[in-house]
């Protein structure tokens, strides 16, 4: 049975309410983050790199920091207004992938912006395992690329722009996000730039697992979306973002419909969040969990309004948020992926225009 509640205007669909209000008695004694910027990180970029839109960033567990950008979308016009004749070398594309340290230090680099069978063509998300082995996505093109540590390519799912809809099991539709349970072995995938839905591959063999779209029914590639309707959209239009909880849920931004869709990992739809209840081109783009055990906030990218929302896992309360538009530290310019490393620092990646990524530090609060 679904529990449905209105609250300052924001659509609430809860399933199982008894174990959410056991969760809220637990979340209630936490105090909302506190978040600043942190103006010296990264560390040590060179100088010299030029970045195209920030499209993946994942911290991983030892908190090295994976950022990723579309080197292919940086312009000449760029390159010549990036120049500056005091800094040698200047200037190149900066590599498409690159892992930092807890720092903000380089300390690996991967990829080309040529196109290769050994590297996503405009690359989209990353998602890095607990044994160093990486995927990286290719949105415009339909592929996803799992590598080994040390970059050699072990797998591919998809066909290099090809695209067979949401009921295909074989090829991807313009796939964002994916979130790899290393419980199971499954990656879950958000194919949402053409296709409606999350569907679920071995993390080893590639081999199709299952699929559902919106809250958990089959997806619908003829849908039309309506902005302008009063009841929330029956299908996902932009499923963009996806993560996991310790406690075997997964959170999945919708970015055209201005929601998080909450499941089982068998598909089943457990809750739903509307952002201010607006549906608005490219706004929700990424989820993230906080690290405490409880896992007691959600970290939600707005790409419209540029900022990030807090949100109370237990409940999904809007309870806070932090940024706005602009080019100064602890503003954005389009907030594309969001993550969080083990202290519960934030970490943002921009789409454009200022290309950035930054990290927030939690504060502890008062004694």
């Known amino acids: 049975m679904r529990l449905i509640a209105l609250s300052v205007g924001i659509l609430l669909l809860v399933a199982c309410a008894d174990a959410g209000q056991s969760r809220a008695d637990v979340a209630t004694e936490s105090p909302v983050p506190s978040l600043s910027p942190d103006s010296t990180w990264p560390a040590d970029l060179p100088a010299h790199w030029v970045f195209g839109p920030g499209t993946g960033l994942y911290v991983d567990g030892r908190d090295h920091a994976w950022i990723l950008h579309r080197p292919e979308r940086v312009t000449d ?48 998300g990353v998602f890095v395992e607990d044994d160093g082995s990486f995927w990286v996505g290719n949105a415009p093109h339909h592929t996803i690329m799992k590598f080994s540590r040390d970059g050699t390519r072990l797998l591919t ?15 991807l539709g313009g796939a964002a996000d994916f979130w790899l349970d290393p419980e199971t072995n499954e990656l879950f995938v958000a194919d949402g730039y053409d296709n409606r839905r999350i569907v679920v591959f071995d993390g080893d063999s590639g081999a199709y697992l299952r699929q559902w779209g919106a809250y958990g029914e089959p997806a619908d590639d003829a ?57 608005l081109p490219g706004r929700i ?18 790409g419209r309004d540029d900022k990030i929302w807090i949100l109370r896992r237990a409940d999904l309360e809007i309870v806070g948020q932090f940024g706005r538009s602009g080019s100064g530290w602890g503003e954005f310019g389009r907030p594309h992926n969001v993550t969080t490393d083990s202290r519960g620092n934030v970490y943002v990646a921009e789409a454009h225009p200022g290309r950035r990524f930054q990290r927030f530090l939690v504060q502890d609060p008062p004694s």
């Open 77 to 124: 016009e760029d390159m010549a207004a990036a120049f500056d004749a005091t800094i040698e070398d200047c200037c190149e594309r900066a590599p498409p992938l690159i892992e930092l340290d807890p720092a903000g230090r380089v300390l690996r680099t991967f990829g080309t912006i040529e196109r290769s069978e050994d590297w996503p063509y405009f690359p989209h």
């Open 223 to 279: 849908y039309v979306f309506d902005s302008t309707a009063a009841e929330p959209s029956s299908q996902f239009n932009l499923v963009h973002g996806i993560t996991g909880s310790e406690d075997g849920l997964l959170y999945v931004a919708d970015a055209t419909t201005s929601r998080i869709q909450v499941f089982e990992k068998d598909g089943t739809f457990v809750a739903e969040r509307s952002i201010d209840g607006r549906s």
């Open 157 to 171: 799912l998809g066909t290099f722009d090809r695209t067979g809809g949401s009921d295909d099991p074989a090829l």
């Open 285 to 302: 783009t990424d989820v993230a969990l906080s690290p405490d055990p409880e896992q007691t906030w959600l970290f939600v990218s707005d």
